[in-house]
Each structure stands twice: as structure tokens, then as C-alpha cells.
């Protein structure tokens, strides 16, 4: 992804605000969760997505009794069942 330029100060309480352009572009509004990551010495900000707590894939994810679990590992976990 090639930088897009923006520079923000931060506040006394480490709080930036995203630009506009920005949360329009990728679909964020307020109240929305945004994950924090860190690789090296870079700070990405992504759009939370929930991934699965078996293999962190984010395609297909479904929540159950507060986890989340894609259905991959769903038919994984069925087939082993099944073989029991």
C-alpha cells in the first residue's frame, strides 16, 4: 500500500484523529472498534474484524459463546467428531 501523506499531531492523551477522506474510504464511523498492531517499528490501525480463535482467519467468522470461529474449522471440528 503506498502512503497516502497525512500528518496528524497527537494530544496530551495520545489521542489522533483519523481524516474524513479517510473513514470514508475504509467504512469507519464512530463507534466502530479499530485494532491496534504493531510490526517492527510501525503502528498500523486496521478496521477490527473478528478473527477465528483457531487458525485467526477473518473470512466466514461467526461468533459463539463469546468466541468466534470460522467455518473451516467448524467442518474440521465436525469430521473429528464424527471419526470419534
Given at each position: 500500500m503506498k502512503p497516502v501523506g497525512v500528518v496528524r499531531k497527537m494530544d496530551q492523551l495520545g489521542?489522533?484523529?483519523?481524516?474524513?477522506?479517510?473513514?470514508?474510504?475504509y467504512?469507519?464511523?464512530?463507534?466502530?472498534?479499530?485494532e491496534i498492531l504493531v510490526q517492527?517499528?510501525?503502528?498500523?490501525?486496521e478496521k477490527y474484524?473478528?478473527?477465528?480463535?483457531f487458525c485467526t482467519n477473518v473470512e466466514?467468522?461467526?461468533?459463539?459463546?463469546?468466541?468466534?470461529i470460522c467455518k473451516s474449522c467448524i467442518k474440521e471440528m465436525e469430521n473429528i467428531y464424527k471419526h470419534a
Open positions: 489521542r489522533i484523529v483519523l481524516p474524513k477522506s479517510l473513514r470514508k474510504r467504512g469507519m464511523n464512530e463507534g466502530d472498534p479499530v517492527g517499528d510501525h503502528i498500523i490501525l474484524r473478528p478473527r477465528c480463535s466466514g467468522v461467526m461468533e459463539y459463546k463469546d468466541r468466534f
